[in-house]
């Protein structure tokens, strides 16, 4: 049973690019988050989508955007990158019950 | 404004050794508690969670101790091993019934090592 799924592994944008991560659920899962992690710090929460609707959000600007597929399959997309958008974004995901994370998205933005 | 307050930064111990890490939270609509095991590379890994009408709970050799009053909370790991070696995050939520429908607040997490 595959568990949370994140493409790319590896990404480096140049400042002022855009962005977008994806994420596959584990089997099951209806609900996708996301979180920033900067070095050497604990994730901090972006948002997190439900039925194809964001359903909360935390203290990130308009620049980080996401979406969620049918299939509950996400996005997240980050406009305008500023070298402080350099980080690991992890998914993760969950049916009820504790999160199961992905592996993440390492960003480097130059 | 921080949250969950991890400490120590980092930990280094012996083989065999307890390896302590502790947090303490403001928000008293916390009352969901887990603490993750994260290994370079790796996303965060559920560890072992707690909520607050306990005091303790074990699985082999992890416990965590809660207690209310104070607002703290600690994960202890008994006899620690090399494979231990990962950083530790504490971590927060209002969901009462697990938390995935509602956002976890991390600590800044601790960076054990354990020596052989």
């Known amino acids: 049973d595959a568990g949370v799924t994140q493409s790319p592994t590896h990404l480096i944008k140049t400042r002022g690019q855009q962005v977008t991560l994806r994420c596959s659920p584990k089997?099951?899962?209806?609900?996708v988050s996301w979180y920033q992690q900067a070095l050497g710090q604990g994730p901090q929460f972006i948002f997190q989508?439900?039925?194809?609707?964001?359903?909360q959000r935390g203290n990130f600007p308009d620049r980080f955007s996401g979406h969620q597929f049918p299939n509950y399959s996400s996005e997240l997309n980050v406009n305008a990158l500023l070298l402080g958008d350099s980080a690991l974004y992890l998914c993760?995901?969950?049916?009820?019950?504790?999160?199961?994370f992905g592996s993440g998205t390492r960003l480097t933005v130059v | 404004q921080q949250q969950v307050k991890q400490s120590p930064q980092s930990l280094i111990v012996q083989k065999g050794g307890i390896s302590i890490i502790n947090c303490a939270y403001e928000n008293t609509a916390f009352d969901y508690f887990p603490w993750y095991q994260q290994f370079p590379g790796k996303g965060p890994a559920l560890l072992i969670a707690i909520r607050p009408d306990v005091s303790e709970k074990k699985e082999g050799r992890f416990t965590i101790s809660f207690n209310k009053s104070a607002k703290q909370f600690s994960l202890h790991i008994m006899d620690s091993q090399p494979g231990d070696s990962a950083t530790y995050f504490c971590?927060?939520?209002?969901?009462?019934?697990?938390?995935?429908?509602?956002?976890?607040?991390f600590g800044k997490g601790t960076l054990l090592t354990v020596n052989p």
């Open positions: 089997s099951g899962h209806d609900t």
């Open positions: 971590a927060a939520n209002p969901g009462n019934s697990g938390g995935s429908n509602y956002k976890l607040t």
């Open positions: 993760a995901s969950s049916l009820g019950g504790g999160y199961t």
């Open positions: 989508y439900y039925e194809e609707e964001e359903r």
